[in-house]
């Protein structure tokens, strides 16, 4: 009864412990930030969609959802973005000599 009792807890501190992993994961595919133009900003040539976030990374976002067309169209309304990465994000230089991260997003949702 105790064995049964032992194993039935370790199941269930198990379960626990892969659920909260997969709940952070899906955390950490997940950046907020404001939008703005990339070209405009001077990071990249020509226009993108630019997400600077709370600690003052610089996210170039792409992609063809209708959802990132339409952040683009809000961008200069100040209004929070929260993105979706799609794949790995990848370090580069602006033009202006500083690091941004280029990463590819299946969806954007327009905060306030």
Do not use: H
Not at 17 to 44: F, N
Not at 52 to 74: C, H, P, V, Y
């Amino acid at each position: 009864m105790k064995v049964k009792l032992l194993v039935i807890l370790c199941v269930a501190i198990l379960v626990s412990v892969m659920t909260t992993a997969v709940v952070a994961a899906d955390a950490a595919k997940m950046i907020t930030g404001k939008a703005t133009c990339g070209g405009c900003e001077g990071v990249v040539k020509g226009c993108c969609l630019l997400l600077t976030d709370d600690e003052g990374g610089r996210w170039i976002l792409k992609g063809n959802s209708e959802s990132l067309k339409a952040a683009f169209q809000e961008r200069k309304s100040g209004k929070t973005v929260t993105a979706k990465l799609a794949g790995t994000p990848v370090t580069k230089k602006g033009k202006d000599g500083k690091d941004y991260k280029e990463v590819k997003v299946s969806e954007v949702k327009i905060g306030s």
